[in-house]
């Protein structure tokens, strides 16, 4: 068996933390915002091995040793998990992702754009894949998730807007329609909204912070105003659901439900992709047709995932998606035989992975990747890891 310790790649973005990423993984803050730490394959930050070969380029000389032939037969030959932690100051863009099928049709479509040499950044597809996710809160995290009821929303923007509802959203039939007179205002009158909201929020009756950790819907729009001003996405704390996860309680988003994590750090595992289509708080391009062609416009309610324990003793997130399995390895000794490869990433004490013949030493914030084997491995743990593996069974 071959385990590999792997280096991660660190995304800065504006919404990032300053310090939490360079605390976890030991490594001295440059200053500037830390956003996102990636562990996988994919093209947009690919992990290495510590002398400097890709993983990806490892799995390719012979992926079935790797991947085993589960994986391979369910995914194809490449490893179809991308492990993060996130370190969330400010909101991120509210987005949601496609499905495989919406995936494949998309990037076809793009096929000939992106022949044509136009960038990433212009197009709605960057691949063909799905894009599942789940987020396990290290701290508090707020989030937003899914659509209120449509009754809900009505009596929001009745209450915070009143003029600006009565002229534009009073007689929409529906969120979908709601949204799209939103998102599709002139610039000058979507002006008008906003400035309604900000001048209105005492009426919400809330408190900006709830139990010192976590924000409210008034105090989601109080961050990100000064950020976006005159953005459709500002009014989004009143349409969409709020989530409060405490520290060990995760959410799992599937695809085509809008979101936007809010505030928090979290460990991420999602799909192998990087399809994001955006829906405002953001300078980056959104689309709103492929956006509303994309997402869900029913209202949904965002659960707290639950958990459960698997043969090995590893608690188990339960996460609806043929795509990964997020566990978590607390303090003790787990023994596992499983035939798909997994990511393993501590975050607190230490671990030790391997066989009797083969294994090494995670200290905080190290990670590793174990390919697919027929034997069984054993990981003893004194602090908390997380294993990000391919599902043998759904």
């Not at 049709?105 to 950044?121: D, H, I, M, Q, S």
């Not at 391009?285 to 956006?291: H, I, S």
Request: glycine share 6%; with cysteine.
């Amino acid at each position: 068996m071959e385990i590999k310790k792997i280096k991660g790649v660190i995304k800065e973005y504006d919404w990032g933390s300053i310090d939490f990423l360079p605390s976890l993984f030991k490594y001295e803050s440059n200053g500037k915002p830390q956003a996102e730490a990636w562990f996988g394959t994919h093209p947009s930050g690919e992990a290495v091995l510590e002398d400097g070969t890709l993983l990806s380029d490892l799995i390719k000389s012979d992926p079935k040793k790797y991947l085993g032939k589960i994986c391979i037969d369910r995914l194809g030959e490449k490893l179809p998990l991308l492990l993060k932690v996130l370190a969330i100051r400010t909101p991120l863009s509210i987005q949601c992702h496609p499905t495989r099928e919406q995936a494949k049709a998309g990037f076809k479509k793009e096929e000939e754009l992106r022949k044509n040499g136009v960038l990433p950044k212009d197009l709605d597809y960057q691949d063909d894949n799905q894009k599942a996710e789940v987020l396990y809160a290290l701290t508090p995290v707020t989030a937003m998730c899914g659509f209120r009821s449509f009754e809900d929303i009505n009596y929001n923007l009745k209450k915070l807007i009143p003029s600006s509802y009565e002229a534009y959203f009073e007689s929409a039939k529906d969120i979908a329609d709601l949204f799209y007179r939103l998102y599709t205002l002139e610039k000058d009158l979507l002006k008008c909204v906003v400035d309604e909201l900000i001048n209105n929020l005492d009426k919400s009756g809330e408190e900006s912070i709830i139990n010192g950790s976590y924000l409210s819907a008034r105090g989601i729009v109080e961050n990100v105003y000064p950020l976006y001003g005159v953005d459709p996405g500002v009014l989004a704390p009143y349409l969409l659901n709020i989530i409060h996860l405490r520290p060990g309680e995760a959410v799992y988003l599937k695809p085509t439900v809008l979101h936007a994590y809010v505030k928090g750090n979290g460990v991420e595992l999602m799909s192998l992709s990087d399809n994001v289509l955006r829906g405002g708080l953001t300078h980056k391009k959104v689309d709103v047709p492929e956006l509303m062609s994309v997402m869900t416009k029913e209202a949904t309610k965002p659960d707290v995932c639950k958990k459960s324990t698997d043969r090995f003793l590893r608690e188990k997130i339960e996460t609806p998606t043929d795509d990964f399995n997020l566990l978590v390895l607390k303090s003790g000794t787990y023994d596992i035989n499983e035939a798909v490869p997994s990511l393993i990433l501590c975050t607190d004490g230490v671990a030790r992975v391997g066989t009797s013949n083969d294994h090494i030493e995670l200290k905080e914030g190290e990670c590793c990747f174990v390919p697919s084997c027929d034997e069984e491995y054993h990981v003893r743990v004194s602090g908390k890891v997380f294993q990000a593996v391919v599902p043998e069974i759904l």
